[in-house]
Nanobody, 122 residues
Framework: QVQLVESGGGLVQAGGSLRLSCAAS????????MGWFRQAPGKEREFVAA????????HYADSVKGRFTISRDNAKNTAYLQMNSLKPEDTAVYYC???????????????WGQGTQVTVSS
């Protein structure tokens, strides 16, 4: 079992930055691939970024490449999403998720946090 708690969301102006954190419970954090997803009002939940258990490989959605960076600290059982050059279209609830398998779709991830709101004003 893995329990996830996100933090770090908020209101920021376009062009600004935020850093999201995802704290995980359990002693096997490094065995899980971590992902970040987001869901805007009226839209499907979409993949943002993912990182392998050892942090060696990252994947990004095209819409955030070059602006967002996913990372993890296995000693702290925490994953991060650094978001730079934020745009109004990045406004959404951001969720972290964990999976023992690789993948970029929501069905691959069995553990989810409660979400944190990110609002980017123009």
């Amino acid at each position: 079992q893995v329990q996830l708690v996100e933090s770090g969301g908020g209101l920021v102006q376009a062009g600004g930055s935020l850093r999201l954190s995802c704290a995980a419970s359990g002693r096997t954090f490094s065995s899980y691939r971590m992902g970040w997803f987001r869901q805007a009002p009226g839209k499907e939940r979409e993949f943002v970024a993912a990182i392998t258990g050892n942090g060696g490989i990252m994947h990004y959605a095209d819409s955030v490449k070059g602006r967002f960076t996913i990372s993890r600290d296995n000693a702290k059982n925490t994953a991060y999403l650094q978001m730079n050059s934020l745009k109004p279209e990045d406004t959404a609830v951001y969720y972290c998720a964990a999976s023992p398998r690789s993948g970029v779709t929501t069905d691959v991830y069995g553990y989810w946090g409660q979400g944190t709101q990110v609002t980017v004003s123009s």
